[in-house]
């Protein structure tokens, strides 16, 4: 045990935090199912789901300082690179899709068609998460500006602003007419039909697919993308919380005013993060000319 602890760092402390606030993710979904005897919109406690959130935001954050920590301040780097991989694994790949699964699994009203569909797409993401990491520790070695495909907390921000986006859809106030669609065979006759929960299966398989494409993106570590990438965490913490603090009933009077707010935080998040994803090889280009330049 002691020889275990002399092997760690600083950074590999913060990384252990991360690795930890995933796992209290998961816990927070465990409980925010506990009572599935109710219909499903009642059965799932809000709550926990955005309070699970917030623990993968916060593992999010702490994943950025814990490379200039390790840099910085850690003599010691033996453990860091495997914590990191199990982490990240942890918070940025089984975390979020557990989030996703619970929440669009619609529990005892969706048929079997549409449970197998979405628990495939889920476990698509855990893999592609898996092998992104495992990838990522290979390339470390050839100490590439870029990452080749999209990284594992860049796809969390994405998939968890997409998530956001579709659960508060019906609280922004749009009518049935528009946001409604009919799939007996996914969900059952006489069962209240859902808003925009179709999307959510192709975005966990694009998302999965960037994870391990040959896509070049900026590591965000400096300029225009390091700030564009501060915005998007930015709008979707402060999303969260709102949402959290209206969920544990501390703004009663805001139903209409929480979901429309935090409707616009989590759309900014959205967008920015398919600028990132469409623009990167442009910006990584730009990055190396403006470098070249320098030298």
């Known amino acids: 045990m002691r020889t275990t602890y002399r092997m760690m760092g600083l950074a590999d402390y913060i990384t252990l935090a991360n690795g930890l606030l995933g796992a209290g993710a998961i816990f927070f979904i465990i409980m925010a199912v506990s009572d599935l005897q109710q219909p499903y919109q009642d059965g799932i406690k809000s709550q926990y789901i955005w309070a699970a959130q917030l623990c993968i935001i916060l593992s999010m954050i702490g994943d950025v300082i814990d490379g200039p920590v390790a840099r910085r301040y850690s003599k010691r780097r033996l453990l860091g690179g495997s914590l990191d991989i199990m982490s990240d694994c942890v ?5 979020p899709a557990m989030l996703i699964f619970v929440l669009y699994g619609r529990m005892g009203e969706a048929t079997p068609l549409w449970t197998l569909f979405l628990a495939t797409a889920c476990c698509w993401v855990i893999v592609t998460a898996m092998l992104r990491l495992a990838r990522f520790d290979y390339d470390k070695g ?5 990452f080749f495909g999209l990284s594992s907390p860049a796809n969390a921000v994405f998939l968890l602003s997409l998530s956001s986006l579709i659960w508060l859809q019906p609280s922004t106030g749009i009518g049935p007419g528009l946001s409604t669609w009919d799939c007996d065979l996914c969900f059952g006759q006489g069962v209240e039909k ?14 999965g697919g960037l994870m391990i494409s040959d896509r070049k993106l900026s590591k965000v570590k400096r300029g225009m993308p390091m700030w564009l990438s ?4 930015s709008t979707l913490l402060a999303g969260t919380i709102i949402q959290l603090r209206y969920t544990l009933g501390e703004f009663p009077k805001l139903d209409e005013a929480a979901g429309i707010s ?3 935080l989590f759309s900014t998040t959205l967008i920015l993060c398919l600028v990132y994803i469409i623009a990167g090889p442009t910006i990584v280009e730009f990055e190396n000319d403006t470098t070249n330049e320098g030298d």
């Open 91 to 95: 918070s940025f790949g089984l975390a």
């Open 142 to 146: 050839s100490d590439y500006p870029w």
């Open 194 to 207: 859902p808003w925009f929960d179709f999307l959510i299966i192709p975005g966990l398989f694009i998302s």
């Open 230 to 233: 501060v915005v998007a965490m």
């Open 262 to 264: 935090t409707f616009v």
